[in-house]
């Protein structure tokens, strides 16, 4: 009985082990939270205020970071799309089938920014389907 209370004490005394870091603990895994807000606000910058935004964002942050570097270059190559396709669109507008094409682009612009949002706000990289990639 002796043996129990003095394993016990033992038990008692011997500190815990610390649990080894997760993987999302880990800082020097995947991008910083700084960069993935800077990459978040490329995309989201874009649907507001074309290209405009991402190529200011992208200009400033692109040497501080690989992950903004390509996520602005993505960005901005999407907006540059959307708006050749926003002209062309309201080019054909006269016939009538350019009215459904500024529709068509809007629709895609808003679910591919909001696509590239969550990806980025997880540190994914994300790269829209449908772009020209004219910045490399």
């Given at each position: 009985?002796?043996?129990?209370v003095e394993n016990q004490a033992q038990n008692?005394?011997?500190p815990p082990e610390p649990t080894p870091p997760q993987a999302d603990e880990n800082p020097s895994e995947g991008p910083s939270q700084?960069?993935?807000?800077?990459?978040l606000l490329c995309h989201l910058l874009?649907?507001?205020?074309?290209?405009?935004?991402?190529?200011i964002v992208w200009l400033i942050?692109?040497?501080?970071?690989?992950?903004?570097?390509?996520q602005g270059k993505e960005a901005l190559n999407f907006q540059i799309t959307v708006t050749l396709a926003s002209?062309?669109?309201?080019?054909l507008s006269v016939i009538c089938i350019g009215?459904?094409?500024l529709a068509v682009v809007g629709l895609a612009d808003?679910?591919?920014?909001?696509?590239?949002?969550?990806?980025?706000?997880?540190?994914e990289a994300y790269r829209y389907p449908v772009a020209i990639r004219l910045i490399k």
């Open positions: 009985m002796d043996e129990n008692e005394q011997t700084n960069a993935k807000n800077m990459a874009g649907f507001f205020t074309c290209f405009i935004g991402p190529l942050k692109k040497d501080d970071d690989p992950y903004i570097d390509q002209i062309v669109g309201g080019l009215l459904l094409l808003l679910i591919f920014v909001i696509m590239a949002c969550v990806a980025t706000s997880k540190g």
